[in-house]
Nanobody, 127 residues
Framework: QLVESGGGLVQPGGSLRLSCAASSGFTMDLYKIGWFRQVPGKEREGIAC????????YYKDSVKGRFTILRDNSKNLVYLQMDSLKPEDTAVYYC?????????????????????WGQGTQVTVSS
């Protein structure tokens, strides 16, 4: 079970940090973790995915340079630091997990169908 938190309303140019936590017994650093987002009427898209060794990270072009995916293994958390937010970043954000020895983080993001999903957290960027 994955649980996202940290969403909310923020002005354009602002920042938010989303957190993805796992239920007891699920060790996040053993899995590939990705962040995905979806707006009504559009397909879910993968925006940032990291492999289990943190050596391979993929970012969708639309967020590259503004968003950062990072782990805190001491807390069993994965974050999505979002800076320079734009109105088009408004969406429901989900974290997802994949087994370690499967597809690459890029493929995980591009296929946007991880094995496990959270329930999502709403991010709204508006003045």
């Amino acid at each position: 079970q994955l649980v996202e938190s940290g969403g909310g309303l923020v002005q354009p140019g602002g920042s938010l940090r989303l957190s993805c936590a796992a239920s007891s017994g699920f060790t996040m650093d053993l899995y590939k973790i990705g962040w995905f987002r979806q707006v009504p009427g559009k397909e879910r898209e993968g925006i940032a995915c990291i492999n289990h060794g943190d050596l391979d990270i993929y970012y969708k072009d639309s967020v590259k340079g503004r968003f950062t995916i990072l782990r805190d293994n001491s807390k069993n958390l994965v974050y999505l630091q979002m800076d320079s937010l734009k109105p088009e970043d408004t969406a429901v954000y989900y974290c997802g997990a994949d087994p370690p020895l499967t597809r690459s983080p890029q493929m995980m993001c591009q296929e946007a169908n991880p094995l496990r999903w959270g329930q999502g957290t709403q991010v709204t960027v508006s003045s």
